[in-house]
């Protein structure tokens, strides 16, 4: 990367980047839009990135997205929860977000609609359906996505379901990373012929600023981008 670009530079880079991927998989400029991820940095950064047009931001903490929230009120910023989430912090999303990509059990969707009702608010959600064996990573088991999107579909009103959301393995091997995006857009399709009323599936949030070359060539609607536009992260602060 070159330490001399701005916030704005990157941003553009990486959508001509997308849009001439996008073509390359015989996709149409747009069809890819791109969620810069915010999570660890401050809120000057996030302030370029909002001159230079982004208007929603992936946040990994409840926590980081209320305090930022709090900050940037006058901004009309789109805070999109991308990370695990629990479900005592359920509160702070449904407040605050307007978005969550990470949904993936019921006691979370049953918590977030709860505190929904109060707050009087509705919430775009993405199904996160686990893809890779990683111990490490969140998500719903596939051979459960059915039952949980009929779940969804009865009992959670507010938690307006737009698609699915996966990450790859942290595997050398692009090939693996590749069978992870596939695999969710596979599924994607499969639910989509059961046709559960009040389900839209047209959205996969899948690819990083390290793969998200091959999510865009298996499918994918929208691109998680962090280090890419706001450079390396520093977790020793927090």
Known sequence: MNTDSTIATRIARLRKQIDLLSAQAGRPAGSVSLLPVSKTFGIDALREA????VSRFGENRAQEIRDKAGALADA????????HL????????ARHASEIQSLDRHELALALERRLQLEDR???????VKTSAEPSKFGLDPAELEDFLRFLAKETPRLHVQGLMTMAVNDPDREAVRGCFRRLRELRDAMREKAIPG???DRLSMGMSSDYDLAIEEGSTEVRIGSAIFGERDYTSG
């Open 122 to 128: 509705s919430l775009s959600a993405l199904v996160q």
């Open 86 to 93: 629990q479900t005592n912090k359920a509160r702070d999303v």
């Open 50 to 53: 909002l001159a230079a047009g």
């Open 199 to 201: 389900i839209s599936l």
């Open 76 to 83: 009309g910023v789109q805070w999109v929860m991308i990370g």
